[in-house]
T-cell receptor
Framework: EADIYQTPRYLVIGTGKKITLECSQTMGHDKMYWYQQDPGMELHLIHYSYGVNSTEKGDLSSESTVSRIRTEHFPLTLESARPSHTSQYLC???????????FGNGTRLTVT | AQSVTQPDIHITVSEGASLELRCNYS??????LFWYVQSPGQGLQLLLKYFSGDTLVQGIKGFEAEFKRSQSSFNLRKPSVHWSDAAEYFC???????????FGKGTTLSVSS
């Protein structure tokens, strides 16, 4: 029933590789977010976007970058993956500031 | 700055017993509050939300939560837990326009038979 899709679900990759995590939503939401989730920790906001051509860094410092060329698409890129990037990455969107977030199923990234 | 505290890292409840998960927030004005549930390998699913009005809100799967301004709390309850409720539960607070949601560290619920 999810209207927000993340690919791949799982990714194991070697150090130094460039990777892009995909996130797409079909709800027409302007606001999209990337959170990083580690076991036993709160979700940390790493990037967000309030619309096309709008991107901002979140509270948690991240070496990743994002782009928002189309409303429905909000990919996250790591230019050179490191073991410290091993984590689960959750993409979310919402209609307005006071609306609930809709989450994708996440991408679990392991960097060896 | 706003923050969310979920004091219980892990709770085990017998199937059929009642459940209460605690959530405390820090914010000067009236926040808007959410509870989410996450099953293993999945994203977060919204259980319920509070914006204003009635302080007791009903959600999906038989969950409810009560907003208590005097205690800065938004505790989640369920009268009778089912084995399928075993999951991780996150409380989140939003502070207003232009701000993203702040999440607690989560509470893992185990259900024993």
């Amino acid at each position: 029933e999810a209207d927000i899709y993340q690919t791949p679900r799982y990714l194991v990759i070697g150090t130094g590789k460039k990777i892009t995590l995909e996130c797409s939503q079909t709800m027409g939401h302007d606001k999209m977010y990337w959170y990083q989730q580690d076991p036993g920790m709160e979700l940390h906001l790493i990037h967000y976007s309030y619309g096309v051509n709008s991107t901002e860094k979140g509270d948690l410092s991240s070496e990743s970058t994002v782009s928002r060329i189309r409303t429905e698409h909000f990919p996250l890129t790591l230019e050179s993956a490191r073991p410290s990037h091993t984590s689960q990455y959750l993409c979310a969107s919402r209609q307005a500031d006071y609306s609930p977030l809709h989450f994708g199923n996440g991408t679990r990234l392991t960097v060896t | 700055a706003q923050s969310v505290t979920q004091p219980d890292i892990h709770i085990t409840v017998s199937e059929g017993a009642s459940l209460e998960l605690r959530c405390n927030y820090s914010y000067g004005a009236t926040p808007y509050l959410f509870w989410y549930v996450q099953s293993p390998g999945q994203g977060l699913q919204l259980l319920l939300k509070y914006f204003s009005g009635d302080t007791l809100v009903q959600g999906i799967k038989g969950f409810e939560a009560e907003f208590k301004r005097s205690q800065s709390s938004f505790n989640l309850r369920k009268p009778s837990v089912h084995w399928s409720d075993a999951a991780e539960y996150f409380c989140a607070v939003g502070a207003g326009a232009g701000t993203a949601l702040i999440f607690g560290k989560g509470t893992t619920l185990s259900v024993s038979s």
